[in-house]
């Protein structure tokens, strides 16, 4: 059984960082690509970051050279450092199995940019 659990959400002033992980279980994160994804609101979800079980990592263009997508295999753990925080950063953050933001994710963990 997939489990995703996210965590490390907040409310931070712009300009702020924050570090997101999400410990997954019921299957092998070695040979998983994970995504993290947002949705803000009366918006769509959308991919973030992208882990690929291989090595290689990629991110949306708009948080490029702010946030950074990494993962532990050891403990079984994705993670999404957030840094320079801006409000339209502000979303509720998910942690997903396989590319992209359409598989299975956790509850997710808000995170609010704002004055």
């Given at each position: 059984q997939?489990?995703?659990?996210?965590?490390?959400?907040?409310?931070?002033?712009?300009?702020?960082?924050?570090?997101?992980?999400?410990?997954?279980?019921?299957?092998?994160?070695?040979?998983?690509?994970?995504?993290?994804?947002?949705?803000?609101?009366?918006?769509?979800?959308?991919?973030?970051?992208?882990?690929?079980?291989?090595?290689?990592?990629?991110?949306?263009?708009?948080?490029?050279?702010?946030?950074?997508?990494?993962?532990?295999?050891?403990?079984?753990?994705?993670?999404?450092?957030?840094?320079?925080?801006?409000?339209?950063?502000?979303?509720?953050?998910y942690?997903?199995?396989?590319?992209?933001?359409?598989?299975?994710?956790?509850?997710?963990?808000?995170?609010?940019?704002?004055?």
């Amino acid at each position: 059984q997939v489990q995703l659990v996210e965590s490390g959400g907040g409310f931070v002033q712009p300009g702020g960082s924050l570090r997101l992980s999400c410990v997954a279980s019921g299957f092998s994160l070695s040979t998983t690509t994970m995504t993290w994804a947002r949705q803000a609101p009366g918006k769509e979800l959308e991919w973030v970051a992208v882990t690929y079980y291989g090595g290689p990592k990629t991110v949306k263009e708009s948080v490029k050279g702010r946030f950074t997508i990494a993962r532990d295999n050891t403990k079984n753990m994705v993670f999404l450092q957030m840094e320079n925080l801006k409000p339209e950063d502000t979303a509720v953050y998910y942690c997903v199995k396989g590319p992209g933001h359409t598989g299975p994710r956790g509850q997710g963990t808000q995170v609010t940019v704002s004055l």
